[in-house]
């Protein structure tokens, strides 16, 4: 069985568990911060989550194992089959991953009130900035696309779903006003509706707590 590391609260971990529940892959799910820190830089020397241990392999960083569970388990595909739309959700996941998401991480927020004195307020406020300055764009590429649908790219989940909806709900933890984004809200209560999406959330991770 794969084995997943992992933290209730690991915006990656969540787009990794919800692909393995929508493929219907099944896996041992292991909290980091039950088992230590140190035990698992042991593991993964990055010391990030996720890690997807595949009989020993280990799969660091969230995108690369997407892509192995994609083309390992291609049932549903999170990809669509069209070139240029493939492009699109991989363009729309990638925005999140590599310009969002590494601004407000937690360790970028403690950095700058180690090295700059933020307060914790000032770095809710960094958070907002940068959250709402991502979710603009975000919002934008919905309205230009080519066919309106209930997910971001199709009338399933993709890839860009996955990494949406973990996005959403760090969001709403800080009290990013989502008003101004009534596709991404709609979309993200689509995908809440599943049940895959569902077992992914942190609430319904072992070890979970406020």
């Known amino acids: 069985m794969l084995k997943l590391y992992s933290a209730p609260f690991n915006s990656a971990g969540q787009r990794v568990r919800t692909a393995l529940h929508l493929k219907g892959v099944p896996f ?21 989550m996720p890690t997807l241990d595949v009989d020993g392999e280990l799969f660091a960083q969230s995108t690369a194992t997407l892509e192995y569970i994609e083309e390992t388990y291609p049932d549903p595909p999170l990809l669509p089959a069209d070139p ?22 937690t360790r970028v927020r403690n950095r700058l009130k180690e090295q700059f004195g933020a307060s914790d307020e000032d770095t809710f406020v960094w958070y907002r ?4 300055t991502g979710l603009a764009a975000l919002e934008e590429l919905l309205r230009r696309r ?11 989940p993709t890839m860009a779903d996955l990494y949406l909806v973990p996005q959403v709900m760090n969001g709403r933890r800080y009290k990013t006003d989502f008003s101004p984004f009534p596709l991404i809200v709609a979309i993200d209560e689509a995908c809440r509706a599943l049940p895959a999406f ?5 609430e319904n991770q072992p070890g979970y707590s406020e």
Request: proline residues 8%; aromatic residues 12%.
């Open 28 to 48: 041992e799910f292991i909290s980091v911060p039950e088992i230590g820190w140190d035990r698992y830089r042991e593991i993964n020397p990055q010391g990030l």
């Open 84 to 105: 240029i739309e493939r492009g699109r959700v991989r363009a729309f996941a990638q925005h999140i991953a590599c310009d969002m998401h590494p601004l407000h991480v």
């Open 129 to 132: 900035h940068w959250m709402t």
């Open 146 to 156: 080519p066919v309106a649908s209930t997910f971001c790219y199709g009338e399933s």
């Open 198 to 202: 569902q077992a992914g959330m942190p």
